[in-house]
């Protein structure tokens, strides 16, 4: 009896992932970095019935290592590159608030398994300091120790981006801008290179980064293109100048909700 007893107190040892006693106990797998990465991973039960939601899952793969945003917005962002590729909506993609690159990535792997041509991807990003949220941000930020948002660690964040992009993807380096710095000064230069974009995502927290970015990168984006906004719902400051933003516009079209936080738009619906 008292074997028996042992022998499933092992077997349930083992089941738990602990040291039976008798093998090794399995190694602990290790974070890449502090930061909460992984939140975009897959798991089964996270399986919506988005369209198309296998081949994403495929390409999330590859980037979650890389970012902090979550698995219905990269399913989302995956579609909508689908989208403008399938549809033929001219321009570049862009990010403003890149990090790691885990965003750019579906991006550009969407571009890649959808797309008959590259297109260029802008990544706007100091990977370096950036600015501290304003009074227009709310109180929740105004501490960063005491808030509950912390500003990402960009620590190594451009070697990884480019690992992710150049080496792990490969997307052609020559299609690939990192425009370095902060948006205010890296942004009015670039427009006369943009012609148009088809995708712009916007990801950068505060009131006045999301509404600079916004009053400058907007009107580049065709009709038909994806406007995709990280932090409507998350980021009070950010909400704020969403909302300012579209209404001086009289942009019509629906926000569509990804998840708490994310929204995206498609330019031209409503007849805006
Ligand atoms: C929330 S993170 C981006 C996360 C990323 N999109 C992802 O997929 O994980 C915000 C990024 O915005 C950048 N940022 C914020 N304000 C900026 C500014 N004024 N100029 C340039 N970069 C800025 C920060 O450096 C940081 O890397």
Sequence with gaps: MSHLLSAVKRRLAR??????????????????????????????????????????????????????????????????????ERKGIAGDLAECGVWRGGSAGIMALANLRYGATRRR????????????????????????????????????ALDACREL??????????????????????????????????????DCDWYEQVLFCLEHLYPKLSNGGALVLDDYGYCDGARAAIDEFLSRQRVRSFLHHVDYSCRYLIKGEGGS
């Design 121 to 156: 991807i802008h990544l706007f990003d100091t990977w370096g300091d950036w600015p501290d949220p304003t009074q227009n941000d709310g109180n929740r930020f105004r501490d960063l120790q005491a808030g509950s948002l912390r500003k990402a660690d960009n620590r190594g």
């Design 165 to 202: 992009l150049e080496r792990l993807i490969a997307y052609p380096t020559h299609f690939l801008t990192y425009h370095r710095g902060l948006f205010q000064e890296t942004v009015p230069p670039a427009l006369e290179n943009i012609r148009a974009l088809a995708v712009l995502r916007v």
């Design 15 to 84: 089941a738990l992932g602990g040291h039976d006693g008798r093998s090794q106990a399995p190694a602990v797998p290790q974070a890449p970095t502090a930061f909460p990465l992984g939140c975009a991973r897959y798991f089964p039960q996270f399986r919506r019935g988005y369209d198309h939601e296998a081949e994403a899952v495929a390409d999330i793969k590859v980037v979650e290592p890389y970012t902090m945003t979550k698995y219905d917005r990269c399913v989302v962002l995956h579609n909508l590159v689908r989208h403008v």
